[in-house]
């Protein structure tokens, strides 16, 4: 009885210890490190660039893929609706404030009246102007060469890297879980390996 407890301890050790360095292993050594003239480094740390690469492309193409999508949620009314008060908010600044500064004779010749008629104009051209120019505007913003060298750069970064590190200390609750895991299902097929030796 006492060799299939051992057997079962052993194995179940042994997998915690399996699972526990693989775990152990996805994030550090951060550098890599010579242990017995074998060089050691973390999954993530030694592939991040790959990783960040492979990211971007993943990115870039839904971008593209889905760029008509993009300019249809840019320029909705209900953002456009959003926009329209500020709009009309510098334009009414624009015509009782810059205007009689910047061209006096023309300030003097138009009274309120008028400045609310031209407001209107102004207003009801923007609303049909605008979404034309952010849709122009996000077509070469997609387009634009500097977009995926940008994005792999931002993606490379040392923030990313900090921010992709900074997740094992979030995972660490479903690490334990797992290495729980691997200890139970060592004990487990210990016993059994025991039993059936036995």
Not at 18 to 46: H, T
Not at 63 to 84: F, P, R, S, V, W
């Amino acid at each position: 009885m006492s060799t299939i407890l051992i057997s079962a301890l052993i194995n179940g050790i042994g997998c915690w210890l399996c699972v526990s360095l693989m775990l152990y292993l996805v994030f550090k050594p951060e550098q890599p490190v010579n242990i017995a003239g074998i060089k050691v480094q973390g999954a993530v740390p030694a592939n991040f660039k790959k990783l960040s690469q492979k990211l971007a492309d993943i990115i870039y193409q839904l971008i593209l893929t889905h760029k008509e999508n993009l300019k249809k949620e840019i320029t909705a009314q209900d953002k456009m609706d959003k926009l329209m008060p500020q709009i009309e908010s510098h334009i009414d600044f624009f015509l009782r404030e810059k205007l009689p500064k910047s061209m006096p004779m023309v300030a003097m010749l138009i009274g309120d009246k008028t400045i609310g008629q031209i407001k209107e104009v102004f207003v009801s051209e923007i609303s049909v102007l605008f979404p034309q120019l952010i849709g122009q505007y996000a077509d070469g913003l997609l387009e634009d060469d500097r977009l995926y060298p940008m994005l792999t750069e931002k993606l490379q970064s040392a923030a990313v890297y900090s921010y992709i590190s900074g997740t094992q200390s979030k995972l660490k609750g479903l690490f334990s879980k797992v290495k729980w895991g691997a200890l139970v299902f060592g004990l487990i097929y210990g016993l059994l390996i025991g039993l059936i030796a036995a």
